[in-house]
């Protein structure tokens, strides 16, 4: 693994602050907000949804539940953390969406709610990774999906769609 390592905390955890540092989101795009474990093959992550959020003003009116592309987002932001401790300079590199396949929702998910995001990585090289996670609330599977996502150099994605 690589630097990632030293920002997990006693307990192995990675706080809000410190995953910040990893991928390139923040509020209110960040749909992680701490990692409770992190392995060179799996991650366990968090989001906790007050019921406050923007997106739950709109969808659906009177009757709040939370987007099911955003909880697939969650997925891959999660994977992301799990693809880039895989990276030795993950700094100069984007992760990005790819495909999905097979995403199933089981379940709405209704604020206030704690998201559990479980992900495996099936496999990795230098041009991407495949993963498949799920989430849950409480331990109710509510979403699942096999993520494919390439592994790009920052500066030439970015100069390149710029």
């Not at 990893?22 to 992190?38: A, W």
């Not at 099911?68 to 953390?81: D, I, P």
């Not at 989430?135 to 390439?150: P, R, W, Y």
Request: charged share 30%; aromatic share 8%.
């Amino acid at each position: 693994m690589n630097q990632i390592n030293e920002l997990k905390n006693e307990k192995g955890e990675i706080s809000t602050e410190e995953i910040k540092k990893i991928i390139p989101y923040k509020e209110p795009f960040l749909f992680v907000d701490k990692v409770l474990r992190l392995t060179s093959t799996n991650i366990v992550a968090l989001k906790e949804l007050s019921g406050k959020e923007d997106f739950f003003k709109g969808h659906f009116v009177d009757f709040p539940i939370m987007p099911g592309a955003l909880t697939v987002e969650g997925l891959g932001q999660a994977a992301t953390l799990l693809v880039r401790s895989n990276i030795a300079n993950h700094i100069g590199k984007d992760i990005l969406a790819y495909k999905l396949k097979e995403v199933k929702f089981m379940a709405p998910v209704l604020p206030p709610a704690e998201i559990r995001y479980e992900v495996e990585l099936i496999a990795q090289d230098e041009r991407g990774a495949i993963v498949k996670g799920n989430a849950f609330v409480k331990d109710e599977l509510i979403a699942e999906a096999f993520i494919m996502l390439a592994i790009v150099n920052k500066e030439e994605f970015r100069a390149k769609y710029k």
